[in-house]
């Protein structure tokens, strides 16, 4: 049986390389955008029906979340695959961070995602079957002054991967795993300033930023049936930081 897999952000440098990746190994994608309609729609003109359907879903608005997971669920009862990768940042140091700028990635990074789960965790219990993969960052990990917000909401999201693990039953082939990647080309890199990327540079044994082609083929194997024996596990792929 064909898998289906629920990608959120899949207009951005992850999203689309990962589509890519799971196109290719025939899975059917279900992806999920913010705002930019008219490139959704390029998307989709890449793909056919048969491979891909996307919804507008704004994570900042738990409503809409609600309103969009249950109508996905309703159009698709079995969901193999959830990638929980939709994230922004919004970056400032403790003390200059806005109220706004809190709570946009809080609510983003964090909230929206946690509802995203609640809804397709028991669709996979109901199932038995299921793979989660939450995308949270080394910020999450190691934290970050100049990047609080966003620190706090990836932080959360590895307990999220624990606290999704740790309900499973024996019964359940489900299975929960957090990815931390440390930079990686994309258009989130771009907007970083080079400091910072100097800074990650200096610490990280490899010398160099990632591809979104690795953590792609890193998501594509604990997407797999082939990860059967990991349960919330903390993958970090970022050219060894702070390792060296
Ligand atoms: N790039 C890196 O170096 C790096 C490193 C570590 C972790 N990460 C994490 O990996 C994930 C993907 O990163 P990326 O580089 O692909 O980012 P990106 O290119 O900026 O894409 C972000 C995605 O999130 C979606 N998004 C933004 N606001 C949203 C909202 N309110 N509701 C729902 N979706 C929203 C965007 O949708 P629209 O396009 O429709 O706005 C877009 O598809 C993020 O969670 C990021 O934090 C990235």
Same mark, same amino acid.
């Given at each position: 049986m064909r898998k289906i897999v629920l990608l959120t952000g899949i207009m951005g440098g992850f999203g689309k390389k990962i589509l890519d990746t799971f196109i290719k190994d025939n899975y059917f994608v279900i992806g999920t955008y913010a705002k930019n309609a008219r490139k959704a729609k390029e998307l989709v003109g890449r793909y056919t029906s048969k491979n891909l359907e996307i919804y507008q879903m704004d994570q900042r608005n738990l409503e809409n979340v609600s309103r969009v997971t249950q109508k996905i669920i309703l159009d698709?009862?079995?969901?193999d695959v959830l990638i929980l990768n939709a994230g922004i940042t919004r970056d400032s140091f403790i003390f200059n961070m806005t109220e706004n700028n809190w709570s946009e990635v809080i609510d983003t990074n964090l909230l929206g995602a946690i509802q995203v789960a609640k809804n397709i965790f028991p669709v996979m219990r109901r199932n038995k079957f299921g793979r989660i993969i939450i995308m949270s960052s080394v910020s999450g990990v190691y934290g970050r002054e100049g990047q609080v917000n966003y620190s706090l909401s990836k932080g959360g999201l590895i307990g999220l991967s624990q606290l999704l693990g740790s309900m499973v039953d024996l019964n359940e082939d489900i299975i929960v795993n957090t990815l931390a990647p440390g930079m990686i080309k994309t258009e989130m890199l771009d907007m970083s300033n080079q400091k910072n990327v100097n800074q990650f540079l200096k610490a990280c044994c490899a010398k160099r930023v990632g591809d979104t082609s690795d953590v792609a083929e890193l998501t594509r194997f604990l997407a $797999?049936? $082939?990860?059967?024996? $990991?349960?919330n596990t903390l993958f970090q792929i970022d050219g060894g930081f702070m390792k060296c």
């Open positions: 698709y009862p079995v969901i $797999s049936k $082939s990860n059967c024996y $990991s349960q």
